[in-house]
C-alpha cells in the first residue's frame, strides 16, 4: 500500500512541478524546513515513487481524483498580491492564472472527491480579498500537450 503524502510532501511536490530543478536550499526554505530535513524527505521520496530523477511523477491516493476549475472574483481594491499567497497555502490547488476582466484568477484543483469541493470552494471564499467563487467540475480532459495525455476521442481519429 502506497504512503499517503503528508502536506509538507505535497508542498515539494508542488515546488518541483513547477520547477524540477530548483535548488534543495530553495526548496526548503520554501518548504519550512531545515536544508537536512528537506534532503532526508526528498531522499524519501525519490524511494518510495513520487519522484523519479528530475521529474515528478505523483501518484494520486485515488484514481477518482476529481478536478475542478475555480473561477475566482476579488473584493474591490483587492489584487493578485492579495490573494495569490493565501492560495498557495491550499494543497489541492494545481494552477493558478490571472485573467483580464472577470473573474479574476482561474484555479485548478484536484481533490479525492466530490464532497472535498464544498470545503475547499468555502476556505478560498474566507480568504480576505475574495469576492466570489464559482466552481465547473472537470468532466473530461481531452488532451494535455505538457503530458503528451490524448483522450479516447482523439487518438481514435
Known amino acids: 500500500m502506497a504512503k499517503i503524502l503528508d502536506e509538507i510532501d505535497e508542498r515539494i511536490i508542488r515546488i518541483l512541478r513547477a520547477n524540477a530543478r530548483t535548488p534543495l536550499v530553495a526548496i526548503a526554505k520554501q518548504a519550512g524546513l531545515s536544508r537536512s530535513a528537506t ?19 505523483y501518484v ?6 476529481v478536478r475542478v476549475w475555480l473561477f475566482i472574483e476579488f473584493a474591490a481594491g483587492s489584487l493578485c498580491v492579495d490573494v495569490v499567497p493565501q492560495l498557495l497555502k491550499l494543497n489541492a490547488l494545481r494552477l493558478c492564472h490571472s485573467l483580464s476582466g472577470k473573474p479574476d484568477l482561474l484555479v485548478l484543483a484536484e481533490l479525492p472527491n466530490q464532497a472535498a469541493i464544498m470545503d475547499l470552494r468555502e476556505a478560498i471564499a474566507g480568504i480576505k480579498g475574495v469576492a466570489s467563487v464559482q466552481t465547473a467540475p472537470m468532466l473530461k480532459a481531452h488532451f494535455d500537450t505538457r503530458t503528451g495525455e490524448v483522450s479516447d476521442l482523439l487518438a481514435k481519429g
Not at 39 to 57: C, D, F, K, M
Not at 60 to 65: F, V
Open 39 to 57: 534532503q532526508e524527505r526528498l531522499r524519501r521520496l525519490e524511494t518510495s515513487g513520487p519522484i523519479a530523477g528530475y521529474t515528478v511523477r
Open 60 to 65: 494520486e491516493a485515488s484514481a477518482q481524483t
